[in-house]
């Protein structure tokens, strides 16, 4: 279990690491620690046990110039 904070690049074990989030929320519920998400590279909102979270080393930016491109946003 690593410490996860609002900011951090993530993605959850128990789904195979699919979806890369950003934490925008970290909570406690109990005695879980919760982190709330969105979806980097899909729209996507989910929240997860801190147990369930990996820290992910892929720069946002290497996602956002493909999708810029498909959502013909592209910067020329």
């Known amino acids: 279990m690593c ?5 951090d690049i993530v993605c959850r074990k128990s789904y195979g ?3 890369i989030f950003k934490v925008v ?3 406690e519920e109990g005695s879980q620690v919760i982190a ?3 979806g980097i590279n899909c ?3 989910a929240d997860a046990p801190r147990e369930d979270l990996e820290l992910h080393e892929v720069h ?3 996602h956002r110039g493909p ?3 498909l959502a013909g946003r592209a910067k020329k």
């Open 67 to 69: 999708l810029r491109k």
């Open 43 to 45: 729209r996507l909102m």
């Open 3 to 7: 410490d996860i904070k609002v900011g």
């Open 25 to 27: 929320a970290v909570k």
């Open 60 to 62: 946002v930016e290497m």
């Open 17 to 19: 690491s699919d979806v």
């Open 36 to 38: 709330d998400l969105k």
